[in-house]
Nanobody, 119 residues
Framework: QVKVVESGGGSVQAGGSLTLTCAASGRTDSSLFMGWFRQAPGQEREFVAGINWGGSATYGPDSVKGRFTISRGNAKNSVSLEMNSLKPEDTAVYYC????????????WGQGTQVTVSS
């Protein structure tokens, strides 16, 4: 079993910055493809960013490109999401997730961390 734990959420004013961190641990010898999703109230969960073991990143909505940066940490299977120039519409629960190396599915999920951006 793989456990995913994220941290770093909080409240910030518009234009501010936050960095989320995440680590996956447990029964895996693989370097996992990891990513961030978010879910705002009343909306579906959406993909924000993902990164492979080599550090190649992909981003979801155009609204985060240029403002959010995903990177791998020094520890195996750890990632960060640096969020700058935050907007009220970034308010959501942010989830870290890791892909199952066999199936490619987003199998492993963290509990989520709240990010609130006030205007």
């Amino acid at each position: 079993q793989v456990k995913v734990v994220e941290s770093g959420g909080g409240s910030v004013q518009a234009g501010g910055s936050l960095t989320l961190t995440c680590a996956a641990s447990g029964r895996t010898d693989s370097s996992l493809f990891m990513g961030w999703f978010r879910q705002a109230p009343g909306q579906e969960r959406e993909f924000v960013a993902g990164i492979n073991w080599g550090g190649s990143a992909t981003y979801g909505p155009d609204s985060v490109k240029g403002r959010f940066t995903i990177s791998r940490g020094n520890a195996k299977n750890s990632v960060s999401l640096e969020m700058n120039s935050l907007k009220p519409e970034d308010t959501a629960v942010y989830y870290c997730a890791a892909r199952n190396p066999l199936s490619g599915d987003w199998t492993y999920w963290g509990q989520g961390t709240q990010v609130t951006v006030s205007s």
